[in-house]
């Protein structure tokens, strides 16, 4: 009981790794499945992907695209997104009012540049970005870590979910590293977040 009255506000995933019991050893084929339905979706009847491609070593430097793949009635075609100086962390989430897609990134080759995570709206036709918002630590003083996607019931608000370590501007809860950013119709305003901190 203790337990679920901790995970209250979370996302299950969250609230897992929190304060639930250890999870039950998952086997690759879970674990692959689980990490497609992170980067994959499908929006007006097209599917889309997104991934990073290593572009350097020294330093460390990434390129992030979205791909639509082609089909019937779908033709293919890829946009960058954005670069990191770090391993981007990406997301996706996806229905017919557009694609959400996340990556967390360090826009600079210092390695004590801090980490942030791009959230931007896609239109799943012209691959043209709609909305394009950065989740940032007060300034910036601290590392958005991840940012993993998730539409609600309503399909239209957006929760952005991950690690950081530092506060967002105006956020509530208890003040941990685990928060969540949750956009309210997203796909159709400019509304900012909101973040509870847990």
């Not at 339905?37 to 572009?55: A, D, N």
């Not at 890829?78 to 826009?107: C, H, K, M």
């Not at 957006?158 to 690690?163: D, E, M, P, Y």
């Amino acid at each position: 009981m203790q337990g679920f009255k901790c995970a209250v506000g979370m996302l299950a995933v969250l609230s897992l790794s929190a304060c639930g019991p250890e999870a039950e050893p998952q086997d690759s084929q879970t674990l692959a499945a689980q990490s497609q339905r992170l980067t994959t979706g499908t929006s007006q009847g097209c599917s889309f992907t997104i991934s990073s491609t290593v572009l350097s070593m020294s330093p460390p430097y990434y390129r992030v695209d979205l791909t639509r793949a082609a089909s019937a009635t779908c033709t293919a075609d890829t946009v960058t997104l954005g670069y990191s100086y770090t391993t981007p962390v990406i997301s996706l989430a996806a229905n017919d009012l557009g694609v959400a897609v996340s990556f967390a990134y360090r826009g600079s080759p210092s390695p004590a540049g801090n980490i942030q995570c791009k959230v931007k709206h896609v239109a799943p036709d012209t691959l043209s970005t709609v909305r394009d918002t950065d989740l940032v630590v007060n300034f910036g003083a601290g590392n958005v870590n991840s940012c993993s996607l998730s539409i609600s019931g309503d399909g239209t608000t957006l929760t952005a979910s991950g690690t950081k370590t530092g506060p967002f501007p105006g956020q509530t809860g208890t003040g941990g590293s685990y928060y969540i950013a949750t956009y309210a119709n997203f796909f159709t305003s400019t509304t900012p977040p909101t973040y509870v901190s847990i």
